[in-house]
C-alpha cells in the first residue's frame, strides 16, 4: 500500500504544549500504529486527517507535527485538514489519492467496521490496522474494586 491514513479523534489547542501532548489518547495512539507500519513500509506516505473548531488550528497539522516529533520525515507526511467525520475523511482521502488507492486505515479497533465501510463507499481499497483495543485476551476481569467509587 501506498498511503497509511490517521483518523482523528480529538486534539488540545494550548500552545504550551508539544504536539504530541496535544493529541487526544485515541489519537495519539492511532498515530503511533501508523508509525509503527510507516517504519515496515518506508515507501508509504503517512496521511493526517481532521479538521477541529473554527479558529482553531486542524488536527491533521497537529497530528502532522506529532508525527515529526516522533521522527517521521516531514516529506512523508500529508495533512488532510478539512474533513469533519469518517465520512468526509474518507472522501478526502479519496480526492487526494484517487478512487481505487490502496490505504491502510489506523483507528481504534471499535470504530474501524464503520470506517472500512466510508472507505469502501468513497471508492478506495482501505486495509484495516486497527489499535487502541478496549478488551484485550489476556487482561484479567476486573474486580469488584473496579466498580466502587473512589
Avoid at 516529506?75 to 489519492?97: H, Q, S
Wanted: hydrophobic share 40%; net charge positive.
Amino acid at each position: 500500500p501506498q498511503y497509511i491514513i490517521i483518523l482523528g479523534s480529538g486534539a488540545g489547542h494550548d500552545r504550551n504544549l508539544s504536539a504530541t501532548s496535544l493529541l487526544s489518547s485515541t489519537t495519539l495512539m492511532r498515530l503511533v500504529e501508523g508509525i509503527r507500519i510507516a517504519r515496515i513500509i518506508p515507501d508509504a506516505q503517512l496521511i493526517t486527517s481532521a479538521r477541529s473548531r473554527e479558529g482553531y488550528r486542524p488536527q491533521a497539522y497537529i497530528a502532522r507535527d506529532a508525527a515529526i516529533e516522533l521522527g517521521i520525515d516531514s516529506n512523508r507526511i500529508t495533512a488532510l485538514p478539512t474533513a469533519g467525520n469518517t465520512r468526509e475523511e474518507a472522501e478526502a482521502f479519496v480526492k487526494f489519492a484517487g478512487k481505487g488507492a490502496k490505504v491502510i486505515v489506523c483507528t481504534s479497533a471499535i470504530h474501524m467496521p464503520r470506517a472500512m465501510e466510508w472507505f469502501r463507499r468513497a471508492g478506495a481499497d482501505p486495509i484495516a490496522a486497527p489499535c487502541d483495543f478496549i478488551v484485550k485476551k489476556d487482561d484479567p476481569p476486573p474486580g469488584l474494586k473496579a466498580f466502587i467509587p473512589q
